[in-house]
Nanobody
Framework: QGQLVESGGTLVQPGGSLTLSCVGS????????ITWYRQAPGKEREVVAN????????NVADSVKGRFTISRDNTKNTVYLRMIDLKPEDTAVYYC???????WGQGTQVTVSS
């Protein structure tokens, strides 16, 4: 069974920046598209961004476009989510997901608050 482990979530002030990491193991991580989701309290889980296995194609949700960037380093089996100009509405648990394999990470909490 493959694994995905997120890290990097923390408390940050509005306007701040943060980079989340998603490390894959026990499967051919570099061969698959990876998606970042988030789930805010009382809301449904939503797609934030995804990246193809080579990193050649990325998609970012309209709600975070211009502020969030997804990238990957397959030599490190890692996908990153770089977030800038964070807003209180970005507060959520952020998850990474491999759609093809159906693997979810455990999530990492991002809280944007002064």
């Amino acid at each position: 069974q493959g694994q995905l482990v997120e890290s990097g979530g923390t408390l940050v002030q509005p306007g701040g920046s943060l980079t989340l990491s998603c490390v894959g193991s026990k499967f051919a991580f570099s061969a698959y598209t990876i998606t970042w989701y988030r789930q805010a309290p009382g809301k449904e889980r939503e797609v934030v961004a995804n990246i193809t296995y080579t990193g050649g194609t990325t998609n970012v949700a309209d709600s975070v476009k211009g502020r969030f960037t997804i990238s990957r380093d397959n030599t490190k089996n890692t996908v990153y989510l770089r977030m800038i100009d964070l807003k209180p509405e970005d507060t959520a648990v952020y998850y990474c997901y491999c759609p093809t394999k159906g693997y979810w990470g455990q999530g990492t909490q991002v809280t944007v608050s002064s």
